[in-house]
């Protein structure tokens, strides 16, 4: 559970530093609010993304399996999280096979 206090308006937010790019939460996330995007200044290539907060349910799988404690999911009474919907669940494996990459818009 996070002992952290959520940005404002945030359901859930990354530690860029802590963060080795492995895709764990994205690969984990049901709701298709994570994914990998670009980034060449990191070692990977890419670094992980929040592409769709408002779609964050609050269930904390991305924060429990991360091996680097780099990724903190708000608490309840911090934000009303969504429930999930056909929408976030299609987009969740669109992005699993996508390799876990950031969809084109």
Same mark, same amino acid.
């Given at each position: 559970?996070?002992?952290?206090?959520?940005?404002?308006?945030?359901? %859930?937010? %990354?530690?860029?530093?802590?963060?080795?790019?492995?895709?764990?939460?994205?690969?984990?996330?049901?709701?298709? %609010?994570?994914?990998?995007?670009?980034?060449?200044?990191?070692?990977?290539?890419?670094?992980?993304? %929040?592409?769709?907060?408002?779609?964050?349910?609050?269930?904390?799988?991305?924060?429990?399996?991360?091996?680097?404690?780099?990724?903190?999911?708000?608490?309840?009474?911090?934000?009303?999280?969504?429930?999930?919907?056909?929408?976030?669940?299609?987009?969740?494996?669109?992005?699993?096979?996508?390799?876990?990459?950031?969809?084109?818009?």
């Amino acid at each position: 559970m996070s002992s952290m206090t959520a940005p404002q308006d945030t359901p %859930v937010w %990354v530690n860029i530093k802590r963060c080795k790019a492995c895709d764990v939460c994205v690969s984990m996330c049901p709701a298709g %609010v994570l994914a990998m995007a670009p980034a060449p200044n990191s070692t990977l290539g890419s670094m992980i993304e %929040v592409e769709y907060p408002e779609a964050c349910i609050g269930c904390r799988d991305c924060e429990l399996h991360c091996p680097d404690f780099a990724i903190y999911v708000a608490d309840r009474g911090e934000y009303k999280f969504a429930r999930i919907t056909d929408e976030a669940k299609q987009r969740a494996e669109a992005v699993k096979d996508n390799h876990y990459r950031k969809l084109s818009a």
